[in-house]
């Protein structure tokens, strides 16, 4: 079978091609788990760091492109024994500054590749990766769940709901056997800060392990729900590996996460550099009244409950996600 993984050149896109290299199979369209012949890496910019590693496999491909294009997006859906993972998006940030650019990469490119999805022999199983953004303003509890009315006030989160929106009518068709992955905020990225309002989040613990200053925007006591990088992958296929007796109506699983507010990431963080004899770079409050409104619209913390129930794996500590970084990217 072929997996194709949009926004494969990202961060979270470019992991989960790396675990599925190990994997090697996932359940097909048929039904039967089947072994992955092809995995290609769609994106728009498929950096070195992107492919290091990754070309010895023999089941990679590369496909540089932009998911906006509909004929392009049907050239990578060219097979029935096809799962997709579809990742590419513009992120929280940049979708405030380009609202007609984040409509026609987020909703037309979703759009395409449910299409051609639709187009196949097949009933594909894709995967959709949805954010806590999809809730946000007075009525949001602080913490939600799968049952939360859905009320963002992003445009990222906006589209998001829709994407989610799109999936369950998909599959309630039975053009696409979907699943959207409602992530919080994944931690830690690696490499250069990104555009996402929620990017402090890594860069409180990846800049001072590198030695740099971080600049910190929100103050300290700010809760956020986060996940480490290595559960949200094996959630992904977690969730593509449920069985479709399993899932409901709603195909949108709010993933489970841990809570911590900033000043206890620092303490964790503090705490896992002196065990490893690791001098941390400074941490000066720098306030970015965007940013912190933005964060505000946001829940503190998850409920993912019902996605635990399906199989998706509970959360691992912080001092687990940080010894696991240290491990993988310093
Ligand atoms: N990382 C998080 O904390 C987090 C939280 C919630 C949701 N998500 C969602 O998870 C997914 C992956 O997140 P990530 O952290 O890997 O983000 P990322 O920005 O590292 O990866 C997204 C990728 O999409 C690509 N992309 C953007 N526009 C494109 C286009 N027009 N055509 C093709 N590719 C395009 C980008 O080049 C990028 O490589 C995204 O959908 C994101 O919204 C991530």
């Known amino acids: 079978m072929k997996v194709v993984i949009t926004g494969g050149g990202g961060f979270l896109g470019n992991q989960l091609a ?68 579809h990742l590419a998006s513009m992120v929280s940030g940049e979708c405030e500054e380009r609202f007609d650019d984040a409509l026609s990469i987020n909703l037309d490119g979703q759009r395409h590749l449910l299409e051609a999805c639709r187009s196949r022999q097949s009933t594909p199983r894709l995967v959709f990766t949805s954010s806590i953004a999809a809730f946000g303003g007075e009525v949001m509890p602080d913490t939600v769940s799968d049952d939360t009315k859905r009320t963002p006030l992003t445009t990222y989160g906006m589209t998001k709901v829709i994407g989610e929106l799109l999936i369950n009518d998909y599959t309630r068709k039975g053009f696409i056997d979907g699943r959207s992955a409602r992530l919080p905020t994944i931690i830690i990225r690696p490499g250069k800060p990104n555009t996402a309002a929620s990017s402090f989040a890594s860069g409180v613990l990846r800049e001072p392990l590198a030695g740099q200053t971080c600049e910190l925007p929100v103050d300290r006591s700010q809760l956020m729900p ?105």
């Open 18 to 85: 790396r675990q599925l290299t190990k994997h090697g199979q996932l359940t097909a369209p048929s039904g039967q788990i089947e072994n992955i012949d092809e995995i290609l890496l769609f994106d728009t910019h498929l950096s070195d760091v992107a492919k290091a590693g990754l070309e010895e496999h023999a089941e990679i491909r590369w496909v540089t492109g932009d998911i906006s294009n509909r004929d392009q997006v049907f050239s990578l859906i060219d097979r029935d024994d096809i799962s997709v993972f």
């Open 226 to 330: 986060v996940l480490g990088y290595r559960d949200v992958i094996d959630s992904f296929i977690a969730l593509h590996e449920a069985s479709p007796d399993l899932l409901g109506e709603d195909r949108a699983y709010g993933l489970p996460s841990i809570q911590l507010s900033v000043a206890e990431m620092i303490e964790n963080l503090e705490e896992a550099a002196a065990s490893r004899d690791i001098t941390l770079g400074p941490i000066v409050d720098t306030p970015d009244p965007v940013i912190r409104h933005i964060v505000a619209t946001w829940p503190t913390a998850t409920d993912g409950e019902r996605a635990l129930k399906i199989g998706v794996p509970r959360p691992s500590t912080l001092m687990q996600i940080i010894d696991t970084y240290i491990d993988d990217f310093m």
